[in-house]
């Protein structure tokens, strides 16, 4: 499971503590500007296990911005996220999946697009979520999803739950193989 768009100051949270009550890593793709205020749940995602990804700076469309502009943006989240945890995130979700080999500039990052949309920011609605997500999922299915609407948080940990009970289990984008 992915969650873009973070971090929430409420709903974020709200996740965090249902993905821990549950044993279940996650894959956070953070947007730079959504950073201050937030570092404590941005240490519970690291404490908790969780992959932090890059998710831009200000959801631009990068391909749209000139190369070195969008360059700087993926550097300096990257940079605000490391100061937060130590680390600098690897792994990029593109806004809007708009992604070209030019912007593998400042330091190579390794894309992580997803198969499973329910556009949970469009419809939220927990119910029309979890069905659209355990309709299709497949072994491997990486699943797009926002911690920034309570319908969203709500169906996640509904997936997990019914997932679960089916015999899923759920990893980090990290240990998928990303062909
Ligand atoms: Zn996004």
Redesign the pocket.
């Given at each position: 499971m992915t969650f873009?768009?973070g971090p929430h100051p409420v709903y974020t949270k709200l996740l965090l503590d249902g993905l821990r009550e549950r044993g279940v890593k996650a894959t956070f793709?953070l947007?730079g500007q959504n950073l201050d205020g937030n570092e404590k749940l941005v240490r519970q995602m690291k404490e908790d296990g969780h992959l932090i990804g890059n998710?831009s700076q200000k959801?631009m469309q990068l391909t749209a911005e000139a190369v070195k502009d969008a360059c700087s943006q993926i550097q300096w989240t990257n940079e605000k996220i490391q100061a937060i945890t130590g680390e600098s995130p690897q792994y990029i979700?593109p806004?809007?999946g708009s992604w070209s080999e030019e912007l593998e500039c400042v330091v190579p990052m390794t894309v992580v697009l997803w198969d499973i949309d329910p556009l949970d920011w469009k419809v939220q609605n927990t119910r029309q979520i979890v069905d659209h997500v355990v309709k299709r999922v497949q072994d491997g299915s990486i699943i797009l999803l926002?911690d920034s609407y309570e319908t969203s948080v709500e169906a996640a940990l509904e997936i997990i739950d019914t997932l679960s009970a089916n015999g899923y289990n759920f990893v980090t984008a990290d240990e998928l193989v990303i062909e």
């Open positions: 873009d768009d793709f947007i998710h959801h979700r806004p809007y926002h």
